[in-house]
Each structure stands twice: as C-alpha cells, then as structure tokens.
C-alpha cells in the first residue's frame, strides 16, 4: 500500500493559493487515476485505487495545514506501510522558483508549517516529500498574504503541478525515488 497526501486547507478560499499546491497535485493524480475523492475518513477527503495489485490511497487533510500531522497520523495508525518507502507528502514551497519541483526521501520540514506538524506527530522525518515551487514572497508583502495569495491562471506554477503530478504517478507505478529525482529534479 501507499499513502499519498497532498497538503493545503479546505475550503472555496483557498482554493487557488499559494499554499494549496499539494491539493491541486493530489487532484490531478485522482484524475489521471480516474477516482474521485468522495470519502470522508481519518479527517481527510480520500479516494482509493488498485495499481498493479497495490492500494493507493490519496488524502487531502481536512485539518488546515498547520494540523496536518493530525490527519496523516490516522490515516497511517492502522497500516503496515512503510513510512520511509510508502508515504508521500506533497506542498508548496516558496524555497524553489515558480514551477520547480523537488522529490526528496527525507529531510527537514523546514520552514513548511504542515510538514513541521507531520514531523512533529509521527516523530520522524523519513518519509518522502515532493515540493511545488512557488518562489519567493516580494519584500513587502507578509509570509501568511503569500501564502494564502491567489495563483490561479499562473502557467509556471501550473506547468510545475502537472509536472509535479507525473512524478507522483511515476512513484504510485514503482518507480524508485533516485529514477524520480533524477527525473524531475
């Protein structure tokens, strides 16, 4: 099994932000995959496929994002998987230009408030992250304005979600993360 959770907060207003690039990946991964996310378990909307006989389960926290340690602590409590090579996290971050894309296995949360609190609730950072560049906030516009700032119609970002999607896909279909980051890296 897998566990693939894209991050960002619910709700009509965040829809297009900043920081819900890992909604807007997961979304194109459920499409590509053709399933839908019509349930609602471990505080997340979840949608679920078989690939090549393996369960993939995508999740979207409904905790906001400085909470989603909360939601991929249940959604992993009851699994055998692997959290160094079964769980993928999916964000934004304002560390890569617009458009980059950045599969990593483990590492800091860094300056991410939804990976700190993943980090924080299953008291590791072994699992496998892939960050969505958004680029850098202008100096005079406050973090939390940026990241809760609109980038709907902004093709670099939505050229690095698709291609931050096929990286995904590529990961639900085995391939290994040094073929992934040498890839999309």
């Given amino acids: 099994m897998k566990i693939i959770v894209g991050l960002g907060n619910i709700g009509k207003k965040y829809e297009h932000t900043v920081h819900n690039m890992g909604f807007v990946c997961i979304d ?101 992250r892939l960050r969505i560049g958004v680029g850098r906030p202008p100096e005079y516009i406050d973090l939390i304005d940026f990241v809760l700032s609109s980038v709907k119609g902004n093709k670099t970002i939505d050229e690095g979600n698709t291609r931050a999607s096929e990286a995904v896909l590529d990961f639900i279909r085995g391939a290994t993360s040094d073929q992934i980051m040498q890839k999309y890296n």
Avoid: C, W
Wanted: hydrophobic share 40%; no cysteine.
């Fill in 28 to 128: 194109k991964v459920a499409k590509a995959l053709g399933v839908e996310f019509k349930q609602k378990r471990y505080h997340s909307m979840v949608a679920e496929a078989v690939i090549n006989g393996e369960k993939i389960v995508l999740a979207k926290p409904e905790t906001y994002m400085n909470e989603s340690g909360t939601a991929v602590k249940e959604l992993i409590k009851n699994t055998n998987i692997n959290l160094s090579e079964d769980l993928l996290i999916i964000s934004d971050d304002f560390d890569l230009k617009e458009g980059e894309i950045r599969f990593k296995i483990k590492g800091s949360a860094g300056t991410h408030n939804g990976l700190r609190d993943i980090v924080e609730k299953l008291q590791t950072t072994e699992f496998k």
